[in-house]
T-cell receptor, first 113, second 114 residues
Framework: GESVGLHLPTLSVQEGDNSIINCAYSNSASDYFIWYKQESGKGPQFIIDIRSNMDKRQGQRVTVLLNKTVKHLSLQIAATQPGDSAVYFCAEKANTGGFKTIFGAGTRLFVKA | DTGVSQNPRHKITKRGQNVTFRCDPISEHNRLYWYRQTLGQGPEFLTYFQNEAQLEKSRLLSDRFSAERPKGSFSTLEIQRTEQGDSAMYLC????????????FGQGTRLTVV
């Protein structure tokens, strides 16, 4: 994944607004694209994934969009809540290497009450 | 709690010492992964087990690092002759059969080498 050093891209939103977190990927051979949420001091937590042959998938308050033409992945969070504050990582996995998950760059989401 | 368990949660060690971390995956999961995460970065893949077999190792896993999963259940990650650059969060994840299943991560072991 792209190195972002200590300065993660940051998104600050007002509670109740929608959030959109973007990610660019490089491996066209990936079978699944995934979003993880990581809170301070905890391991990454699975949010939602999308198979490479789909372009949209919805979960509870979250939607993932996949644009394979420009290798772009986005996570939309509806009605953002303070509990959504965390670092969000996009990730991918392929049918090789035991389906290991490869993480991309993270984005820190701040939700203002 | 039937999630992935890692011990210890925190480890402070002097440079040059050896350390060992343990991961207990979700019991029915046959795949187990180790990752390393430094501040501000995403987790980086280190190695992967399917049952007791270590099937892949990243180039990040120098010869000072060794991982085992002797009975196909818990796994250990040992770092010999620790260096300050080894300071990081070491994460373990497990996954069941099939590509569509998600990986579940433990809380990690934070290593500080002084």
């Amino acid at each position: 994944g792209e190195s972002v050093g200590l300065h993660l891209p940051t998104l600050s939103v007002q509670e109740g607004d929608n959030s959109i977190i973007n990610c660019a990927y490089s491996n066209s051979a990936s079978d699944y694209f995934i979003w993880y949420k990581q809170e301070s001091g905890k391991g990454p937590q699975f949010i939602i994934d999308i198979r490479s042959n789909m372009d949209k998938r919805q979960g509870q308050r979250v939607t993932v969009l996949l644009n394979k033409t420009v290798k772009h992945l986005s996570l939309q969070i509806a009605a953002t809540q303070p509990g959504d504050s965390a670092v969000y990582f996009c990730a991918e996995k392929a049918n090789t290497g035991g389906f290991k998950t490869i993480f991309g760059a993270g984005t820190r989401l701040f939700v203002k009450a | 709690d039937t999630g992935v368990s890692q011990n210890p949660r925190h480890k402070i060690t002097k440079r040059g010492q050896n350390v060992t971390f343990r991961c207990d995956p979700i019991s029915e999961h046959n795949r187990l992964y180790w990752y390393r995460q430094t501040l501000g970065q995403g987790p980086e893949f280190l190695t992967y087990f399917q049952n007791e077999a270590q099937l892949e190792k990243s180039r990040l896993l120098s010869d000072r690092f060794s991982a085992e999963r002797p009975k196909g259940s818990f796994s250990t990650l040992e770092i010999q002759r620790t260096e300050q650059g080894d300071s990081a969060m070491y994460l373990c994840a497990s996954r069941g059969q099939g590509i569509s299943t998600e990986a579940f991560f433990g809380q990690g072991t934070r290593l500080t080498v002084v």
